[in-house]
T-cell receptor
Framework: GQQLNQSPQSMFIQEGEDVSMNCTSS?????WLWYKQDPGEGPVLLIA?????ELTSNGRLTAQFGITRKDSFLNISASIPSDVGIYFC???????????FGGGTRLMVKP | DAGVIQSPRHEVTEMGQEVTLRCKPI?????LFWYRQTMMRGLELLIY????????DSGMPEDRFSAKMPNASFSTLKIQPSEPRDSAVYFC????????????FGPGTRLTVT
C-alpha cells in the first residue's frame, strides 16, 4: 500500500529558530495535508494542499506541495514553545476516500 | 461549535472484558472515521462510514472489533473480548463526504487493557 515517510522523526530546537520537515512517498498524491497533534489531544488540520507546486501559509506555518507530487514540506518560522507536538503529513489513498498518515515528526522547543 | 466528542476519555479494563467507545461527530458531517494510534504502528484507520453506512472496514484488526453508526450523530466501536494488545488511543474523526480529506478529530479515548 501507499506509505508516507516523514523526516526527521524528531527535532529539538531553540525557541525562535525556524523549522523544516518533509514528507515523501514512492507514489503520487493529489492532495497533501498537514496535521498537528498536541500531547493528549487529537490531530488538528493545519494546512491542505490540492495542487502541485502550491505554496500555502497559515500564520507562521508554510507548506508546499512538491512538483513531482511525491513530496511535501512544512516550515515553521520563529518557533515558540506552543509549537511543541507531533506533525503528521497525510494523503488520500488510491481510492481517494481514506487518508494515509506518515509516522510523524516530533518537535520539541526549548524556551 | 462543538467539535467531535468522544467518551470515555480514559478506559482501564481487564483482559476479556467488553469495551465500548463512543463518538458524536460534528453536526452536519456525513463521514465518520475510527482510528487507532500506537507508538509502534502510528495512526491506523480502522473503519469509516458515509451517511451511517460502513464503507470500508478492512482496517479492523479482528472479529473482536465491531463498529456501528445507528444515526448521524452517534457511533460506537466495540471490542469483545479485549486483550492487552488492544491498548492504544482510539480516535474518532468526521468530515463532509465531498471533502473527506479535511477530517476533524476528537480528543481520543486512551484504552488500557490489563
Amino acid at each position: 500500500g501507499q506509505q508516507l515517510n516523514q523526516s526527521p522523526q524528531s527535532m529539538f530546537i531553540q525557541e525562535g529558530e525556524d523549522v523544516s520537515m518533509n514528507c515523501t512517498s514512492s507514489s503520487i498524491f493529489n492532495t497533501w495535508l498537514w496535521y498537528k497533534q498536541d500531547p493528549g489531544e487529537g490531530p488538528v488540520l493545519l494546512i491542505a494542499l490540492y495542487k502541485a507546486g502550491e505554496l500555502t501559509s497559515n500564520g507562521r506555518l508554510t507548506a508546499q506541495f512538491g512538483i513531482t507530487r511525491k513530496d511535501s514540506f512544512l516550515n515553521i518560522s520563529a518557533s515558540i514553545p506552543s509549537d511543541v507536538g507531533i506533525y503528521f503529513c497525510a494523503g488520500p489513498n488510491n481510492a481517494g476516500n481514506m487518508l494515509t498518515f506518515g509516522g510523524g515528526t516530533r518537535l520539541m522547543v526549548k524556551p | 461549535d462543538a467539535g467531535v466528542i468522544q467518551s470515555p476519555r480514559h478506559e482501564v479494563t481487564e483482559m476479556g472484558q467488553e469495551v465500548t467507545l463512543r463518538c458524536k461527530p460534528i453536526s452536519g458531517h456525513n463521514s465518520l472515521f475510527w482510528y487507532r494510534q500506537t507508538m509502534m504502528r502510528g495512526l491506523e484507520l480502522l473503519i469509516y462510514f458515509n451517511n451511517n453506512v460502513p464503507i470500508d472496514d478492512s482496517g479492523m484488526p479482528e472479529d473482536r472489533f465491531s463498529a456501528k453508526m445507528p444515526n448521524a450523530s452517534f457511533s460506537t466501536l466495540k471490542i469483545q473480548p479485549s486483550e492487552p494488545r488492544d491498548s492504544a488511543v482510539y480516535f474518532c474523526a468526521s468530515s463532509f463526504w465531498d471533502n473527506s480529506y479535511e477530517q476533524y478529530f476528537g480528543p481520543g479515548t486512551r484504552l488500557t487493557v490489563t
